[in-house]
């Protein structure tokens, strides 16, 4: 190993600190006459049923809504309230000056109260002291005149008052101060003489309090039967009630954690966890938690953002959602989330400069031992057992101890030996066991080491702004690697190491991610137009998640997961419910939640997805270059210049507060006569009625979550118009106009509970009223005067369209017949011209028959004749013949004769005359055949007429000339020509023609 001898003593420890204690953190806001409040001495705080805070101060007593204050003044203004009050019943009660008062919610102001036995107005218009709800109802008070006094009302709404002094001595009188009843009944009043009585069965006994003369300003009790006596100067005692033994703790016994900070108690507290808090006179806020014995007081301060407004606490009040209210002399109002879960250790007993705003570097040794870095100002190791700090600085002129104080960097190797990279001073190696530094080779080579991780072979891999050296075991330098000698790497300025389960280094720099496998690395870098790439190239930290995914923070780029099975990122940032952007360190607690220091404080990745974010108001500091690690008990720690805070990961809880109530807190209606505001009840029991000339309704609520008001978030359902819930973010108003008449709920929630807890909700009635035409009355009386006037509308419609139908039934009657009249003339008329017109065409028939019998009988007997004479003559013909075959003479004068005979003979004019005749009777016949048959000749057209004309064969052969035998060869061939079947005469064939 290389080591370097030293010579001199080692002077490195510079001082060490034993046994000191550890603080709590609370981080208090506060309310100050600057935001509205009255004045800045709060007398007393108490927070009503509906959620209002309510202040007494000695100028008013103040209403708070979250948003701002109303102020009560009483009747007198010398009056001032002391104590104040709500009972079961809803009814605030106020203890002042000259009486006893309640809150009038009808009239909004704060009215005496009186009875008519003038004796009891004698004891309660007085100065009241102190006021306190017994079990069974009864108002228990005390006065400056030596009374305690009860107070019950009966059916009658009268009081009776029972005087019950509390005793004289011959030297002083006695006055309540405080009252208390313990679950078991017994009601504790304190004194102004220093006593203690209880009320038991009718009966007052005092205890023996030893040790006091002192006033009394309050009493309490825990929950283990201890009652807590907090004195005017005297400290505080616990009084044992079972044994009757008491302690008594007073500044002069502080040891630190073990007594109060100021002997002066002003309240006293005991919350729901029995947690015993102390408000004093100038010693700030003490605490007493019983499962440790200790105390811690919180005063005003310089080592958190958030202090006590003031060191003297006059009330002290357990509000909704854990929320402790703290009335102050000066400082106005403080509260703080009740949630004491983180320790702290004052940056004076780690001996930080508060200046330097850089946060601390953190490791936890494998012996326990926390190594913090402070700022720029060197490195300090705290011992948890015994609260030891020793501190290391650069001293310039000394080469054995520190090389530079700003540290960025820490690690421990397998050897105990702590690795510490710095800014500038380069690299340094402290053996714990030796307790020197010793010197690594090329040490002051590496320029701003802000990583260092060890490898599964022992070696450790130092991340600085050139590249990575790797050193072996011997501090020796095994290996560099930067851009000039390794492809693929990104970027030399490294800023992330992590060494993951597969032995595989994880490399981040401010260009992107890097990983080396083997002999391989891959890059990954963001990509704008690719969803799953990196959100960002400037990596912070890297580390595992238990299903080997990696978790990757960058600087402004939130969180990412990779996936190894697809090669994927996921985001997460802002959209997931992530805060901030500047991821600092990344872990996982036992439970295996991830934790990220962020540039706002801590956020928490719960198994379920969901994710919480704790700031300044849960006293945790911003990633500020600093980190924050968890430790192998599961505390989480993170350091600053405010010194080192720390707390188990399973007590820091976002939701750990209840459900927050939403209350009304006030309202305006808009209307024709201008604008009205609303009384919200504080009883519960609102309802809004708007008249026809109101147009507009704005409605105002808020939490009784007043730690974070902006993240409030509600939601909101006006029933009877839409009965599902509305999300409306952080929107503390609701406005409605031009409701439509009828009757409507309204319900404001938070938006975490909708689907949860109905008592939760705040609820208000709304009935709009209709104008007198809307009335329900009005529209029945409407709707049945224009039945009325609607059936006397139809009812004389009907009659006239009666009257008018019989008219007309009259004149249609007197139409119909003079119709059919002039029907029956006309009809007359019609029958005789078409009678006339039948007769005319029966004569033209006739005439036509007439004419066609006649046509045919003349063509018939033109035919017959012509017929006659062509056999007649041919029978000369034939007699001739023979004749000139004689020798006698004249043989000239009979072939003369011949010739004669020849030319009687039927010639084609003879057939045209025939055609004509024909066609006057059979006009289209020829015209058709022709159509049907244009083969056919003219010889055969004569023979188809004579046909028609039912001329038989022997008539044919005549007018032709020819056989009889011919003729039935010309009719055959006819047939095949026309194409007629055997089976049809020519009488049907020529039918069809036409």
């Excluded at 807590?228 to 616990?238: A, H, P, S």
């Excluded at 700090?389 to 105990?416: H, M």
């Excluded at 005319?840 to 012509?866: D, G």
């Excluded at 057939?911 to 244009?934: A, G, M, R, S, V």
Aim: with cysteine; proline share 2%.
């Amino acid at each position: 190993m290389y080591k370097v001898k030293l010579t001199v003593p080692l002077l490195f420890v510079l001082f060490c600190i034993n046994g000191f204690t550890q603080d709590r953190i609370i981080q208090f806001q506060k309310i100050t006459f600057e935001d509205g409040i009255s004045d800045n001495r709060i007398n007393n705080i108490i927070q009503d049923k509906e959620g209002f805070i309510w202040f007494v101060t000695p100028l008013g007593i103040d209403k708070y809504d979250g948003q701002k204050f109303k102020t009560y003044l009483l009747p007198n203004e010398n009056d001032q309230a002391n104590d104040l009050l709500q009972d079961s019943t809803g009814i605030i009660w106020a203890a002042t000056s000259s009486g006893l008062f309640y809150f009038d919610v009808e009239k909004d102001c704060f009215e005496r109260f009186s009875s008519s036995d003038q004796s009891i107005n004698n004891s309660i218009n007085g100065y009241i002291i102190s006021l306190m709800e017994a079990n069974n109802g009864t108002l228990w008070c005390t006065n400056a005149n030596s009374e305690i006094m009860a107070l019950s009302p009966n059916s009658n709404n009268e009081t009776i008052i029972h005087k019950m002094p509390l005793g004289e001595s011959e030297n002083s009188i006695s006055n309540g101060t405080d009252l208390f009843q313990d679950e078991n009944g017994v009601i504790w009043i304190s004194t102004s003489r220093g006593d203690v009585f209880k009320y038991q069965e009718s009966t007052f006994s005092q205890i023996n309090l030893q040790n006091n003369d002192i006033y009394i300003n309050a009493i309490s009790k825990d929950q283990e039967g201890h009652l807590w006596i907090g004195t005017n100067g005297n400290g505080l005692f616990r009084y044992n009630t079972k044994d009757s033994t008491s302690v008594h703790y007073t500044t002069s016994n502080n040891t630190r954690m073990n007594s109060i900070s100021n002997n002066f108690i002003l309240d006293l507290l005991v919350d729901k966890d029995n947690n015993v808090w102390i408000g004093t006179d100038g010693g700030g806020l003490n605490l007493y938690q019983q499962d440790e014995n200790k105390f811690f007081a919180f005063k005003q301060n310089t080592y958190t953002n958030y202090p006590i407004a003031d060191n003297s606490i006059l009330s002290i009040f357990q509000g909704s959602n854990n929320i402790m209210w703290v009335g102050t002399v000066h400082g106005g109002a403080s509260y703080f989330k009740n949630h004491i879960t983180i320790s702290h250790i004052p940056p004076s007993k780690l001996a930080f400069d508060q200046i330097d705003e850089q946060g601390s570097q953190l490791l936890e040794a494998s012996n326990g031992d926390i190594w913090i870095t402070a700022g720029r100002n060197g490195l300090r190791r705290y011992n948890p057992q015994n609260g030891k700090v020793t501190v290391f600085i650069d001293t310039p002129a000394k080469d054995d101890d520190l090389s530079g104080n700003n540290i960025i960097s820490l690690l421990e190797d397998d050897q105990e030996r702590i690795w510490i990279g710095t800014y500038r001073g380069g690299l340094n190696i402290f053996d714990t066991k030796n307790n020197t530094f010793l010197h690594a080779e090329n040490r002051f080579e590496a320029k701003a080491i802000f990583a260092i991780e060890k490898n599964n072979y022992g070696e450790v891999w130092v991340g600085t702004s050139s590249g990575i050296y790797i050193y072996d075991s011997d501090l020796k330098v095994v290996r560099t690697i930067n851009t000039d000698n390794t492809n693929n790497l990104n970027a030399n300025f490294i800023t992330a190491l992590y060494n993951d389960i597969k032995g595989e280094m994880w490399v981040g720099t401010n260009l992107g991610l890097n990983v080396f496998k083997s002999d391989t690395v891959l890059s990954y870098t963001s990509d704008k137009t690719t969803p799953h790439s990196l959100s960002g190239n400037r990596i912070r930290s890297i580390t595992e998640d238990e299903d080997l995914s990696l978790l990757i923070g960058t600087y402004g780029h939130g969180l990412n997961r990779y996936d190894r099975s697809n090669n994927k990122f996921t985001r997460i940032g802002k959209e997931e419910g992530m805060e901030a952007n500047i991821i600092g360190d990344v872990f996982l607690d036992r439970d295996k939640n991830i934790w990220c220091s962020t540039n706002l404080g801590l956020s928490k990745i719960k198994r379920n997805g969901t994710v919480e974010n704790f700031g300044l108001r849960y006293g945790v500091h911003s990633y500020r270059g600093g980190s924050a690690i968890i430790t192998k008990s599961n505390h989480i720690l993170m350091g600053g210049r405010l010194g080192l805070s720390y707390f188990k990961a399973s007590e820091l809880n976002e939701n750990n507060t209840g459900t927050p109530k939403v209350f009304f807190t006030s309202g305006t209606i808009l209307g024709g006569n201008g604008t009205r505001d609303l009384i919200i009840d504080s009883k519960g029991n609102n309802h809004i009625t708007l008249t026809p000339d109101d147009n507009i309704l704005s409605i105002n609520y808020s939490s009784s979550d007043y730690w974070n008001p902006k993240k409030n978030n509600y939601a909101y359902k006006l029933e009877g118009l839409n009965d599902d819930w509305q999300i409306i973010g952080n929107q503390q108003a609701l406005t409605f106009s031009n409701l439509k008449p009828g009757t409507y709920s309204l319900k404001v929630n938070s938006a975490k509970n909708i689907d949860k807890d109905d008592s939760s909700l705040a609820s208000i009635g709304i009935t709009v009223l209709p104008t007198f035409w809307q009335k329900t009355w009005i529209r029945i009386l409407s709707v049945l005067v224009g039945f009325l006037l609607v059936l006397s509308f139809i009812k004389l419609r009907l009659s006239a369209i009666k009257k008018q139908q019989e008219r007309l039934e009259s004149l249609v009657a007197s139409k119909t017949e003079e119709v059919k009249n002039q029907q029956e003339k006309v009809h007359q008329s019609e029958i005789a011209l078409l009678q006339a017109e039948k007769d005319n065409q029966e004569l033209t028939q006739k005439k036509l028959i007439e004419e066609l019998n006649f046509k045919t009988e003349e063509l018939t007997n033109y035919t017959l004749r012509t017929v006659h004479k062509n056999h007649l003559l041919s029978e000369i013909k034939s007699n001739l013949l023979k004749e000139t075959k004689e020798t006698t003479p004249k043989k000239r004068n009979l072939e003369k004769i011949i010739d004669l005979i020849d030319d009687s003979l039927m010639l084609d004019e003879d057939w045209e005359n025939f055609y004509n005749l024909f066609n006057q009777i059979h006009t289209t016949f020829i015209k058709d055949l022709k159509n049907n048959c244009p083969h056919l000749t003219d010889r055969e057209l004569r023979l188809c007429a004579l046909i028609k004309l039912n001329f038989n064969s022997q008539h044919i052969a005549t007018l032709f000339g020819i056989s009889l035998s011919s003729v039935k060869v010309a009719r055959h061939r006819l047939r095949k020509k026309l194409n007629i079947s055997e089976n049809e005469s020519y009488e049907d064939f020529f039918s069809k023609l036409t």
